[in-house]
């Protein structure tokens, strides 16, 4: 799940759902277990098997994908679009819960996923359950991979994690990539954005970025800190937004400023469908589904240094004497702690 909300700035969006309903968040626990349909208890120690949020049917499909093709053509309205993003992004919960489990997930009411199923030609939501296992879980048991009676929780977690950077590298657009970072390279400055959670791959692009050289700053305060770092973006100037589900107002409203502004704006998201990537030109998506109802940012961060090599390869010199400048200065402030055991600073105090 992605972090609670943070003030009416970080207050995360549903598009087009009222803004007076009860908001529902699942606060993570190191175990969960409810009861499926069939009696299958969903436990989600064991969704840190192989599976992924974009696990494939032995095709290549990923379940994002799967979802596009069964629903193209068909419209779908904002609650329905809630539907398939939880879909999209927890399919390991949605191959065994029932319609009104997956309801809550998606904060709707238990006939809309049964109607969103239906709307695709399934009879009901067992129909289109089954289709998604299908296409989800058909190699999610891999011999190789650790079991929880090995290294329990961490061992789930090392698992899904690993899965889903395998999935990335079978899924990933690359052109997209090359993208952000062309829109990075050129523009005049840079903007990144993030809240909560979200910002631990926002602020390593950030940071490794300007160290080496390049005009980008972050933001991750909202409020009027955020307004007064928008406000300076126009033509030729570039927004990079991080935002997963559940995502941020502050994030997505950034995002239409910028464009609005005129610069090139770029998401991370972990769905095509999300708000955030209605808003930008370059949409990069990446598995987040993560073990114990939280959310991973470990593929997200991965995609943060990859850019960053992409980025400092274009001048690779420029890069180094940059990076020479910063440890310079970081010296001159004396940042790190000495090597030597017992000495401090600067050789222990002098």
Not at 76 to 99: H, I
Not at 331 to 348: I, K, N, Q
């Amino acid at each position: 799940m992605g972090p609670g909300p943070a003030g009416d700035a970080g207050r995360p969006v549903h598009d087009g759902e009222d803004d007076n309903r009860t908001w529902i968040f699942i606060q993570p626990s190191m175990h969960e277990s409810v009861q499926g349909e069939n009696g299958a208890v969903i436990d989600d120690r064991d969704e840190g098997g192989p599976g992924t949020g974009g696990d494939t049917d032995g095709g290549g499909a990923t379940v994002a994908a799967w979802l596009d093709g069964v629903t193209a053509g068909v419209p779908l309205g904002p609650k329905a679009a809630l539907v398939r993003q939880v879909l999209a992004t927890q399919p390991t919960y949605c191959s065994y819960a029932t319609a009104a489990e997956v309801a809550v997930r998606a904060e709707v009411n238990r006939a809309t996923v049964v109607r969103f199923a239906q709307s695709l030609g399934y009879p009901g939501w067992p129909g289109l359950q089954e289709e998604l296992r299908a296409v989800y879980l058909t190699r999610r048991f891999d011999p190789g991979a650790p079991s929880a009676d090995d290294g329990g929780l961490l061992a789930s977690s090392f698992a899904r994690d690993a899965q889903n950077l395998r999935t990335l590298e079978r899924s990933f657009d690359f052109g997209a990539a090359r993208g952000v970072v062309r829109a990075v390279r050129e523009a005049r400055r840079t903007l990144v954005v993030a809240s909560g959670t979200h910002g631990v791959p926002a602020q390593a692009l950030a940071m490794v970025a300007a160290s080496r050289g390049l005009p980008v700053t972050y933001e991750d305060r909202g409020g009027p800190h955020l307004a007064n770092s928008l406000a300076g973006l126009g033509a030729g100037d570039c927004l990079v937004a991080w935002s997963f589900w559940q995502h941020y107002r502050s994030t997505t409203a950034a995002l239409r400023v910028a464009r609005t502004a005129g610069a090139v704006t770029c998401v991370i998201t972990d769905t095509r469908h999300s708000p955030p990537a209605r808003e930008a030109r370059h949409v990069l998506v990446v598995p987040t589904e993560g073990v114990a109802n939280i959310q991973s940012m470990t593929v997200a961060t991965s995609v943060a240094y990859g850019l960053l090599a992409e980025l400092t390869a274009t001048d690779p010199a420029a890069s180094r004497q940059a990076a020479r400048r910063v440890s310079g200065v970081w010296r001159e402030l004396d940042l790190f702690a000495d090597d030597a055991t017992g000495t401090g600073g600067r050789g222990g105090g002098d």
